[in-house]
């Protein structure tokens, strides 16, 4: 009896290392696993923001630069074309007052010798003319005054007079508007000279000329005889209620 407790007791020690499942008894089941967490893709940074940014708006060009002529051989900036012709054809006048050659930037700015105005229509389209002057190089009252015709929506340069302000005429030609100057010389202007100016087509041409003195200051010495005999000169002593001497 003992033996046969042993035999059974040896025999369920080797079952339980070496023998299978009994047939039609299911296998146990695995345990059941955690599922995997979900994944995302990175978030951009900071560095790929900026990039984003600057791809999608690029940046603006700078301005171009205003035209001064155009291909119709308008005029569209009179004042860049007046220091154009100033630095052609008179660098060296302002280079004596300024102590050297002029530049473009001498120009620029409110505070310069070069300054815009308006003149009454003279070239018959009832549209101001523009006059662009330089009035510090060349001498007392007097400047280089560059004229630029209106001309009907085309503004075209009509060229240059050395003389004091300009004004309007009444008489005219080829339906351009005679033009006078007055260039004082002296005595608070009581002394002058006086410019009659006509259109010929292409530019404008003296016509006829004056110098008269009309200083009232008794210091001034005597005029040579005949000195105020034109008629510009009487004319202009009678407006002023000045005696001739």
Known sequence: MVTLRRS???AALLCLSSCASAPGEPSPL????????????????????VQTASTATPPASPPASPTVVDAAGCVREPRRHG?????????????????????AGDFEGAQTCLSTATLPDVDGDGVAEVVVSEGCSWGNAAALQLLYFSARGCP?????LLNGELAPRAESAGGVRDLEATWSNGCAGGDFAWTHYRWDGEAYRVLDQATCHLCADSDTPRRPPGANNHPQCKAEAKRRGVSLR
Do not use: D, M, Y
Request: charged share 10%; net charge positive; hydrophobic share 45%.
């Open 8 to 10: 059974a007791t040896l």
């Open 30 to 49: 695995p345990a059941p696993s955690s599922p995997a967490a979900p994944t995302f893709p990175p978030a951009p940074t900071a560095t790929a923001a």
């Open 156 to 160: 075209r340069f009509a060229g240059a």
């Open 83 to 103: 220091v154009q012709f100033v630095l052609e054809h008179h660098a060296s006048t302002v280079a004596e007052r300024l102590g050297r050659p002029p530049v």
